[in-house]
C-alpha cells in the first residue's frame, strides 16, 4: 500500500529519511554521481580540464545537474573535490598520469604546517558558494542539495603521503612518532573543514556528507584520536544546522560508536550486510548504502537482483534508509546499469 508519500517531492523524502522517518521507497542518490561514465561529462572536462570545472560555478553546476537530469536522483551533490581544502590552505594537487592524485608537496614539517593558511579560505573557496547559489536555483526545492567535505583523517591522508597512498606510512609515523605536531595538524584541518561546511550551510545546502574514506585505514584503538575525535568536533560545530551523512570506509564494526558521535545519518561501504546490521545496532539510526560500485560493471540483471536484495534487507527498518552505493561510482560503469538501480528503487 502506498502511503501519502508519493505527494512528497524528492527533496523532502530525502529529508525525511535523514530524519529517520521510514519510507516505502527510499530515496536514492550515488557517490560521485557525475564523472567519467557519462559521456556528457567527459565532453565537457575534455574542453575545461578537472579543476577548472570545479572552480567555475556555471560548469560545476551544469555537471551537477547531468545525472540528475538523467536519471532523476533525489538528491544533488556538489560536483567538486575533498581536496580544495589543501588547495585552498596553500598545497596544489594534479592528477598523476599512472592514476591517482598527487599533491605538489607533501606536508611533513612544523614549518610545512605552519605554512598552511586557513585565513584565506573563504576568499579562496569564493566558487563553491557561487555554484551552490545557481543550483538552488536550477533545483527548486525540489531535488535535495548536498555539500561535502573530507574527513580531517581522510584530508591528512593526501596531505601527508602528498598523494594517493595505499599504506599511509608517513601519516602513521607522523601519529605515533610526534603526536603534538599531528594535532597542530588536525587542529589546521578542521578548523578548515568546520569553515568550509559553514559556507555551504550559508549557501542554502540542505545536507552534507563527510567523507572519512580512509579511517577504515587506523588501528583499531587509536581510530578515536586518529579521526573520531575530530569528526565529532564537525559534527559538533555544524550538526545542528543541516543533517550530517557520515561515510565511513571499512567501519561498520563501530557503527554503534559512530552513531553516539551524532551524524544523523551513517553510510556505510558494501562490506557490511545491511540486514545483520540493522539487527544488531543498538539505537536506530538512518542508514545509507549500500551496492558495490563494481556490480555495475556487470549486467542489468544481475543489479536488479542485488539491489533488490539490499531494498529486501532494508524493508520495514525504524531508523530510515537512503539507497546509495557503497563508494564512489567507477569510470567503468554502463549507464543502463545506473538505470537498472533507478528502476528498481523506484518500483520497490
Ligand atoms: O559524489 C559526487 O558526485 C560529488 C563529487 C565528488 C568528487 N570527488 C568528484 C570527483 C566527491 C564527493 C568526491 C570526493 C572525493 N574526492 C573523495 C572522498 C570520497 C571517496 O571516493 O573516497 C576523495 C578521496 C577524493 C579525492 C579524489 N578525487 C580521488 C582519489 C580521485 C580519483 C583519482 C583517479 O585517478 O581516479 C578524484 C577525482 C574525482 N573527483 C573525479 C570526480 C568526478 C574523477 C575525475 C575525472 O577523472 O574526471
Known amino acids: 500500500m502506498k502511503t501519502a508519500e508519493s505527494n512528497l517531492t524528492s527533496r523532502q523524502r530525502f529529508l525525511a529519511a535523514c530524519r529517520g522517518e521510514p519510507l516505502d521507497t527510499p530515496p536514492l542518490w550515488i557517490m560521485r554521481q557525475a564523472g567519467r561514465y557519462l559521456p556528457e561529462y567527459r565532453k565537457l572536462k575534455w574542453k575545461h580540464g578537472f579543476l577548472t570545472m570545479v572552480k567555475t560555478p556555471e560548469l560545476a553546476t551544469e555537471v551537477t545537474l547531468q545525472p540528475i537530469r538523467r536519471f532523476g536522483f533525489d538528491a544533488a551533490i556538489l560536483f567538486s573535490d575533498i581536496l580544495v581544502i589543501p588547495e585552498a590552505m596553500g598545497q596544489p594537487y594534479h592528477f598523476r598520469d599512472e592514476g591517482g592524485i598527487g599533491m605538489d608537496f607533501p606536508i611533513r614539517s612544523k614549518d610545512d604546517i605552519d605554512r598552511l ?43 601527508v603521503e602528498g598523494g594517493s597512498s595505499t599504506h599511509f606510512e608517513k601519516l602513521k609515523e607522523l601519529f605515533y612518532g610526534n603526536r603534538a605536531l599531528f594535532e597542530t595538524l588536525m587542529e589546521k584541518i578542521t578548523e578548515a573543514v568546520v569553515n568550509y561546511y559553514r559556507m555551504q550551510v550559508e ?23 586518529a579521526s573520531l575525535k575530530w569528526l565529532r568536533r564537525i559534527l559538533r560545530e555544524i550538526g545542528e544546522a543541516v543533517p550530517v551523512i557520515l561515510y565511513a570506509k571499512g567501519l561498520h564494526h563501530r557503527i554503534d560508536e559512530l552513531a553516539k558521535a551524532g551524524p544523523q545519518v551513517i553510510s556505510v561501504d558494501w562490506t557490511a550486510d545491511l540486514g545483520h546490521l540493522r539487527d544488531t545496532l543498538k539505537k536506530p539510526v538512518a542508514l545509507q548504502g549500500n551496492l558495490d560500485p563494481v556490480l555495475l560493471n556487470t549486467t542489468p540483471g544481475i543489479v536488479r ?38 528502476e528498481t528503487v523506484r518500483r520497490s
Open 117 to 159: 593558511d586557513t585565513s584565506g579560505i573563504r576568499e579562496r573557496l569564493d566558487y563553491v558558494p557561487g555554484a551552490l547559489k545557481l543550483l538552488k536555483r536550477e533545483l527548486d526545492g525540489k531535488t535535495a542539495l548536498l555539500g561535502f567535505a573530507g574527513s580531517p583523517w581522510t584530508l591528512a591522508t593526501y596531505m
Open 203 to 225: 549557501a542554502g545546502v540542505d545536507a552534507v556528507q563527510i567523507f572519512d574514506s580512509w579511517g577504515g585505514a587506523c588501528a583499531g584503538g587509536d581510530y578515536e584520536a
Open 305 to 342: 537482483q542485488e539491489t533488490g536484495k539490499i531494498l529486501d534487507a532494508m524493508k520495514g527498518y525504524s531508523g530510515g534508509h537512503i539507497f546509495n552505493l557503497g563508494h564512489g561510482i567507477l569510470p567503468t560503469a554502463r549507464i543502463e546499469n545506473v538505470e537498472a538501480i533507478v
